[in-house]
């Protein structure tokens, strides 16, 4: 990943195309563009991108049950 580089990233029910701004350790800056905000800038974990790529469909779990 890449400074200048087009993403789709999930955003609400659908999706989002964003440009990458600026890539560090472990998240990712993207400049989107939406109907009343153009050129806002949204930061995404690196690890929530790269599920979504991986395992489409999957839920990642936060917590377990276990004492």
Do not use: A
């Amino acid at each position: 990943m890449n400074v200048g580089e087009k993403l789709s990233i999930p955003f609400g029910n659908g999706t989002k195309e964003g440009t990458v701004v600026k890539v560090c350790e472990k998240s990712v800056w993207l400049r989107v563009d939406f109907p009343r905000h153009q050129g806002k800038l949204v930061r995404r974990r690196l690890s929530d991108l790269n599920s979504e790529k991986s395992t489409p469909g999957k839920k990642k779990r936060f917590w377990s049950r276990k004492g």
